[in-house]
C-alpha cells in the first residue's frame, strides 16, 4: 500500500458495536486495525464506530453514518477507507459507489481481510510465502471480480449490448480459476519438499512457537538458537517458517519460528498456509508466547488456542510464556476510588495469582528483550524436552 518515495496513504477506519462484541472490544479491535494499517504503510486520520444489531446487507453501515464518512473524506482528501470486518463483494462495491459519489474511483474501500492479504503480500520473501500469498489473493478476488467491469454496463446499455460485459467478466474468471488451480499444484509440490524435509530432520524432539501475531516470538528464537530471524514491532514480520537446531545442556532439539495468529484470521490464508501450518500440527511441544503487557492479551490468548484446535493441534503439550514483562504496566487506583477494578489495576504479582497460578511451571514470566527469567525458561523447557526424548528414546541417554 505504501512504497519508498512517494506520498504516504491517509486512511479512515470503521467498525461496528453490536451483540458480539461491545464498544471496549470494538475499540481493541480498531486498536488493532490501525496497527494493521500503521504495517502496511497508511496513517490513520479518524476512527469510526457505529452501534448496529447487524451490519447493513448494501453498505455495511447506515447511510448517516456513510455520509459522515464521506464528508470527511472529500474535505481531508483520505486515499483509504478501511472496515474491520470482511466485506461482501456487493457491499464493497455500492460503498465505493457512494464514498466516490458517482465519480471515478479515487477512494479505495478496503476490508480487513484484503488489508491483512496486502501485508502478507508485502511481506513474503521465499517462493513458497509469495505462492501462498497469491492463492490467498486470488481466492479472495474471485468473487468481486464484477466491480472492475461496472464502466461497461453503463457504456454499453441498452438492446443488444446487453451480454458485452458479462463476457469479460467470465473471461477473467476463468483467467483467475485457472491461476487458483496453478497455484494449488504448485503449493501441493512444494508441501510434499517440506515433508520431505521435515522427515529428513532426524529423531530431534521438534518444538514450535506459536502465539498472537507481535508476541516477541522472533526474539526468542533469535534469543534461543543464536540467529537472526527477522524481527521487528510490526504485525506479520514473520512468513517464512524458519527451523533452527538448539542446543541446551547437551541436548538438542529443534525449534520452529511460525506466522503469528490474529483475530478474524481469514479462512483463505489458513488454507493457503496448510504446509507452514504443519510445522505446528507435527511439533512435539508447543510454546505459546502471550504479550502480558498488551490489555487484550486474554483474548488473544484465546483466539490462538482457537487456532490451535482448529487446525488440530489443540491437544498438544504447551509450556505458556508470558513476554514482554519489561513493557507490563499497571494502573494504581487511588483509596477513594470505589469504580470496580479492571485488569489496568493488577500489578504482575497479582496477575500471578488468578488463573495463572494453577498453571504452576507450565506457566513462565520472561522478557526476551531484557533477558529475564531466560535461566528459569532454559531449565523448564530442558526438562520438557528431556522428558519427551527418554519417553521415545529410552536408550540413548548419553545426551543427559
Known amino acids: 500500500m505504501h512504497e519508498t518515495g512517494k506520498k504516504q496513504e491517509t486512511a479512515v477506519i470503521v467498525g461496528l458495536i453490536n451483540k458480539s462484541q461491545d464498544e471496549e472490544t470494538a475499540k481493541e479491535y480498531l486498536d488493532e486495525l490501525e496497527f494493521l494499517a500503521d504495517t502496511a504503510g497508511a496513517k490513520v486520520l479518524k476512527r469510526y464506530t457505529q452501534r448496529l444489531v447487524h451490519p447493513d446487507a448494501s453498505t455495511f453501515i447506515g447511510i448517516g453514518k456513510l455520509n459522515e464518512i464521506k464528508k470527511y473524506v472529500s474535505e481531508n482528501s483520505v486515499d483509504i477507507v478501511i472496515f474491520d470486518d470482511e466485506l461482501s463483494p456487493a457491499q464493497q462495491r455500492n460503498l465505493e459507489k457512494e464514498v466516490n459519489a458517482e465519480k471515478e474511483i479515487k477512494v479505495k474501500v478496503v476490508d480487513r481481510t484484503r488489508l491483512i492479504l496486502d501485508i502478507f503480500a508485502t511481506r513474503a520473501r521465499t517462493a513458497h510465502a509469495k505462492t501462498q500469498v497469491e492463492l490467498a489473493q486470488s481466492i479472495y478476488l474471485l468473487p468481486r471480480l464484477t466491480k472492475m467491469w461496472d464502466h461497461l454496463d453503463r457504456i454499453k446499455g441498452g438492446i443488444g449490448m446487453k451480454g458485452a460485459g458479462e463476457t469479460e467478466i467470465e473471461t477473467d474468471r476463468r483467467i483467475v480459476r485457472d491461476r487458483i488451480a496453478l497455484l494449488k499444484e504448485r503449493l501441493k509440490v512444494i508441501d510434499r519438499q517440506m515433508e520431505t524435509q521435515r522427515k529428513n530432520r532426524g529423531e530431534m524432539i521438534r518444538v514450535a512457537l506459536v502465539g498472537y501475531t507481535n508476541v516477541g516470538k522472533s526474539t526468542i528464537m533469535n534469543m534461543l538458537s543464536k540467529s537472526e530471524v527477522f524481527a521487528e514491532n510490526k504485525l506479520f514480520a514473520t512468513l517464512d517458517t524458519t527451523v533452527r537446531k538448539v542446543v541446551i545442556e547437551n541436548l538438542p532439539f529443534l525449534l520452529s519460528d511460525t506466522v503469528g495468529f490474529i483475530r478474524k484470521l481469514p479462512t483463505t490464508l489458513v488454507e493457503s498456509f496448510k504446509s507452514t501450518l504443519d510445522e505446528v500440527r507435527e511439533a512435539d511441544i508447543l510454546i505459546h508466547v502471550v504479550d502480558i503487557s498488551h490489555s487484550g492479551f486474554e483474548d488473544q490468548l484465546n483466539v490462538v488456542n482457537q487456532t490451535l484446535t482448529d487446525i488440530g493441534a489443540g491437544d498438544k503439550p ?21 469504580t470496580e477494578s479492571t485488569k489496568k489495576n493488577l500489578s504482575l504479582d497479582d496477575l500471578k495469582k488468578t488463573w495463572m497460578n494453577k498453571l504452576h511451571n507450565e506457566c513462565l514470566f520472561i522478557s526476551a528483550v531484557k533477558k529475564e527469567n531466560i535461566d528459569e525458561f532454559k531449565k523448564v523447557l530442558y526438562d520438557k524436552v528431556k522428558d519427551l526424548h527418554q519417553k521415545r528414546y529410552p536408550y540413548n541417554k548419553f545426551l543427559y
Open 318 to 338: 504447551v509450556l505458556l510464556v508470558f513476554n514482554k514483562i519489561d513493557a507490563f504496566v499497571f494502573e494504581q487506583k487511588e483509596e477513594d476510588d470505589l
